[in-house]
C-alpha cells in the first residue's frame, strides 16, 4: 500500500494560494477582493470550504504587502489562518503545506488545494471529493476537472494560424480543488521546484514525480475568474445559487 494511505478515515485541511496580483483583471485590487453577488471572491471560495464539515482548517496564503484580507469578516473565522505566500502560485502552496506539515496535528491528512478566484464550487463537487478521499485508499490523489466539449486546435509555433486539430477524447479542463496525501504533494511539489520543473498546478508536481492523479468530473461552472468578463458569469451563477 501507497505509504502515505491509512486504512482509517482521513482527516482534511484546505489551502487557498491567494498572493497574486491578478494584472489581467486590469483592476485597482486583485481580482479575489472584488466583489461579485455582494461578496468578495475569495470570499466566495472560502465558503464553499467552511460549508464542508471535514475540512478542519484552511491556510490562506498572502501576498506579504495584501492590505484587504484581514478587512474581510470571513478572516475572524477561527478556522482560517493566513501566512505569506511567495513569488509564483507554488512557492504559496508550498509555503501552506509546510506550515500544515509543521502545525497541524493530524497525521495522516490530506489537503485540499482550491484557487481563490474559483467562487462557484459546489457542495456536490466537495462531497464527491470527500467520499473520494474516503472510499480510494491506495490513491495518489486527484483533481476537479471537466471534458472538454469544443473542438481544440493547436497553432503554429509562434503564429496564430491553425496548425491541426486537436483530438478532444481524452482532454479534461483542470478544475480546482485538487486533492492530494499532504506528505505526498509536499514532498513532490519540493523536488519539482527544486529541479526547476515547470509546474501549472499541483497535479503537475506530481506528474513529474512520476505519480498519476485521478480525474475526478466536476461541474463546468466552476469557473476561475481571470478576465474581466469572467465576473459577469460569476455574478450569474452565484446569483442563481443564492
Not at 46 to 65: E, G
Request: hydrophobic residues 40%; aromatic residues 6%.
Amino acid at each position: 500500500m501507497n505509504k502515505f494511505i491509512s486504512n482509517h478515515k482521513m482527516q482534511v485541511a484546505a489551502l487557498i494560494p491567494a498572493a497574486g496580483i491578478g494584472s489581467r483583471m486590469k483592476a485597482d485590487c486583485p481580482k479575489q477582493y472584488l466583489k461579485v453577488a455582494g461578496k468578495t471572491i475569495i470570499e466566495h471560495s472560502i465558503s464553499a470550504l467552511l460549508k464542508q464539515p471535514r475540512i478542519c482548517q484552511i491556510i490562506v496564503s498572502l501576498n506579504k504587502d495584501d492590505i484587504f484580507f484581514h478587512q474581510l469578516a470571513i478572516a475572524k473565522n477561527p478556522k482560517i489562518k493566513t501566512i505569506t505566500g511567495g513569488c509564483q502560485r507554488a512557492d504559496s502552496v508550498l509555503a501552506g503545506l509546510n506550515y500544515l506539515s509543521d502545525n497541524l496535528q493530524l497525521d495522516p491528512c490530506w489537503v485540499l488545494v482550491h484557487d481563490a478566484a474559483r467562487p462557484c464550487l459546489h457542495q456536490a463537487d466537495l462531497d464527491s471529493i470527500i467520499h473520494f478521499i474516503d472510499s480510494q485508499q491506495s490513491s495518489y490523489g486527484g483533481i476537479l476537472a471537466a471534458p472538454v466539449r469544443d473542438t481544440m486546435k493547436r497553432s503554429i509555433q509562434g503564429k496564430i494560424d491553425i496548425s491541426h486539430t486537436v483530438e478532444r477524447s481524452e482532454l479534461w479542463h483542470a478544475l480546482t480543488p485538487q486533492f492530494f496525501p499532504l506528505a505526498l504533494i509536499k514532498n513532490c511539489l519540493t523536488q519539482a521546484l527544486a529541479q526547476k520543473a515547470v509546474i501549472t498546478d499541483e497535479a503537475s508536481a506530481l506528474e513529474y514525480c512520476g505519480y498519476h492523479p485521478q480525474l475526478l468530473e466536476g461541474r463546468v461552472d466552476n469557473l476561475k475568474v481571470t478576465q474581466p468578463e469572467d465576473l459577469m458569469l460569476a455574478e450569474f451563477y452565484l446569483s442563481r445559487a443564492l
